[in-house]
């Protein structure tokens, strides 16, 4: 019984670990500017420009 306590201790400590190394990771991601917000912006209103109007289908 006394192994079984020190793994589990030990693999709760690798996960507190991991866990920690993630919110690092997340936290060090650059936040996404506005250049590149407004760029794919103008890409999606220019793709709608370019594309062929939907037809609605006539009443009935």
Do not use: C, F, I, Y
Not at 8 to 28: C, F, N, Y
């Amino acid at each position: 019984m006394h192994t079984q306590n020190q793994l589990a201790r030990l693999r709760a400590t690798d996960l507190r670990a991991k866990a920690a190394a993630h919110r690092l990771a997340v936290e060090a991601k650059p936040p996404v500017d506005l250049r590149t917000r407004l760029g794919w912006t103008l890409v999606e209103v220019g793709l709608r420009l370019a594309s062929p109007p939907r037809q609605t289908p006539a009443p009935a």
